[in-house]
């Protein structure tokens, strides 16, 4: 999916590269929050390791290969500011070093491969790691599911970055389809292998997977033949000690808002593929729309995976619906967690006056 | 680590290209790629000049065409989707050798085309007339976050160590007979990834504590300050001066 120049018209490419700047400028600070001085060399070396595991093929089927894109990988394994930064950076070097991806498209790139990726991903984990019981298993099926809208909604967007600074004439809705059709199937290859990292790296060191850090059991020493808790180490951490009444309220937060999303977007899916664009119909009809499906985004670097014509109206209209819940589940965990640190922030106060 | 140290897209060479301070360069390549999007596409002749100015630069900095134009395949997959685009696009249609082909899409293609190839040529020579520190350099000097660079910089030198880690376990695993067929070896490649993973975060571990035992403190030392004086400023802008004023005829025209 890297852009290159010319093809996003220069207002866009410029507003996209402010967007890029700010967002860069918010995860630096919240990556200092995540890492402190330990920034550069970790985020340094995950770096590294997106830029390498990038050039790990996955063999498909006889022939093709694709490779991983790594943002919800990024974000789940090290947070999604780090994980934004991580994935800027390589974006960086590729458009600066390698010419992959234009220089001036570089903010389009880092918006929806970077920055759309990382969030939804992170959203959409933390919401299903809240939601389903606590586990390794959940952990696992929670980076399914958000790697595997991650890439379609990186597709949207940037469906939404061309359907506004487009320099060609190419109809939106044949864009969406094809955008969209293609990026469902790499977010299923791209999910199953993101799935199977975490979980490997969760079964050996927990501790590095920044997305299950609620799952960090506390040390428990056995004295006299009995289970003691451990004297807590330097610091406590601070999220540790919320009230089982608090958890379970969350929680179902977090299932009234899945479900009444799930319930929204479909809905919205049913009226949308009831109502197919005129244009779609016209080229479907005209028997040019196959060709559309099968190369119009050959840009993307997974565009290998082998992918025929996979897009029909209901499969469009149910993509819209996942797509929606998407969205649905990040804004709402926006309004959730600015919430949410309105009332830790409140918590903290009395404990630390107690402390003292 | 020494040797390893230039990137494979580097070509040595003491050309006054070569010689120019870094930041100089990426403001000349990013305004003169700048410049070329803003190009009216119907101006043909402009984006022509373009590709003769930079073959220009080309030849001051020694780079040979062959090379230059070895490295322009990276953008194969692009020039697929624009040869596709004159089929999709819609608009009025005209007939050449039997072929319908859509006015609107043949100028879409042309227009990435165009700007794609020249966008591409410019930073690969930029990459190929510049030496990896000296770009992380000229980005620190052109105010992009030290943080950032501070990674950027980190990546690059590690990169090679982590590539060079997963090669040892790809031939780990191929002398152990393991193949990688098709989607049932993902499980054995992503348990890779996950090492692979494991191994980088915990390197960068060792890499702070060592900074941290060197004095680190959160920024690294400016040792190598680069400045650029005016006849160096000029020198390098003198390509998007011309591409602009390019520009301008072409617009005007």
Not at chain 1, 124 to 153: D, E, M, N
Not at chain 1, 164 to 182: E, H, L
Not at chain 1, 213 to 234: F, I, M, S, T
Not at chain 2, 176 to 182: D, M, V
Request: charged share 15%; proline share 4%; aromatic share 6%.
């Amino acid at each position: 999916m890297h852009v290159p120049d010319g093809f996003i018209n220069a207002p866009t490419s410029a507003v996209t590269g402010v967007v890029a700047a700010g967002a860069i400028a918010v995860s630096l600070r919240g990556a200092r929050r995540e890492l402190d001085d330990r920034t550069a060399p970790l985020a340094g070396l995950v770096a590294a390791f997106i830029f390498a595991v990038q050039m790990l093929n996955f063999p498909v089927a006889a022939g093709t290969s694709g490779h991983l894109l790594g943002g919800a990988l990024a974000a789940i394994l090290v947070g999604p500011c780090t994980g934004v930064l991580c994935v800027s950076v390589v974006l960086l070097m590729q458009g600066i070093l390698f010419a992959d991806g234009g220089l001036t498209a570089l903010g389009v790139n880092i918006t929806d491969m970077a920055i759309v990726t990382t969030v939804v991903a992170y959203a959409v984990f933390r919401g299903l790691v809240k939601v389903l019981p606590r586990g390794r298993r959940s952990i696992t099926v929670a980076s399914f599911v958000a790697a595997v809208l991650s890439v379609p909604a990186a597709a949207v967007a940037f469906t939404f970055i061309y359907w506004i600074g487009g320099t060609t004439d190419v109809s939106i809705g044949k864009v969406a389809t094809a955008m969209i059709g293609v990026h469902v199937l790499i977010g299923i290859g791209e999910a199953v292998i993101t799935a199977l990292t975490v979980g490997a790296v969760v079964a050996v060191r927990p501790d590095l997977v920044h997305g299950a850090r609620d799952l960090r059991q506390k040390l428990r020493l056995r004295v006299h033949g009995e289970l003691v808790d451990a004297p807590a180490a330097d610091e406590a951490p601070t999220g540790a000690r919320t009230p089982v009444a608090a958890r379970t309220s969350r929680r179902t937060l977090w299932v009234t808002g899945l479900v009444t999303s799930l319930v929204l977007a479909g809905f919205v899916s049913f009226y949308a593929s009831a109502n197919p664009d005129g244009l779609e119909k016209v080229a479907a009809d005209k028997g040019i729309d196959k060709k559309a499906e099968e190369h119009a985004s050959a840009d993307s670097p997974l565009a290998d995976y082998g992918v025929k014509d996979v897009t029909n109206a209901r499969l469009s209209g149910g993509l819209a619906g996942v797509i929606g819940v998407g969205t649905t589940v990040v804004a709402g965990s926006a309004v959730f967690w600015a919430v949410r640190r309105r009332r830790t922030g409140d918590d903290v106060s009395p404990t630390a006056v107690e402390n003292v | 680590m020494g040797a390893g140290h230039a990137h494979r897209l580097y070509r040595h060479g003491h050309s006054p290209v070569h010689g120019l301070p870094p930041h100089t360069k990426l403001a000349a390549v990013f305004a003169f790629v700048v410049v070329v999007v803003s190009t009216p596409r119907e101006a043909m002749w402009a984006f022509g000049l373009y590709a003769v100015l930079l073959a220009l630069v080309a030849r001051h900095a020694r780079v040979p065409a062959g090379f230059l134009l070895k490295r322009l395949l990276i953008e194969v997959p692009f020039v697929a989707f624009a040869v596709l685009m004159p089929f999709v696009a819609e608009g009025e249609q005209v007939d050449v050798l039997g072929l319908s082909l859509s006015v609107n899409g043949l100028w879409g293609a042309w227009n990435v085309l165009a700007k794609g190839t020249l966008g591409v040529a410019a930073s690969v020579l930029l990459a190929s007339t510049t030496e990896l520190r000296e770009l992380l350099l000229g980005l620190q000097r052109l105010r992009l976050p030290p943080l950032l660079v501070q990674i950027a910089s980190f990546m690059i030198r590690y990169g090679d160590v982590i590539a060079d880690e997963m090669r040892r376990m790809r031939i780990a695993r191929e002398s152990r007979g393991f193949e990688a067929r098709g989607v049932r070896h993902w499980g054995v490649l992503a348990k890779s990834a996950g090492a692979l993973f494991i191994r980088s975060y915990e390197r960068g571990e060792r890499v702070h504590l060592a900074m941290i035992s060197r004095g680190y403190a959160g920024s690294m030392p400016v040792i190598d300050e680069v400045t650029a004086s005016r006849a160096q400023w000029s020198y390098a802008l003198t390509l998007p001066f011309v591409a602009l004023l390019v520009c301008v005829l072409g617009w005007s025209l």
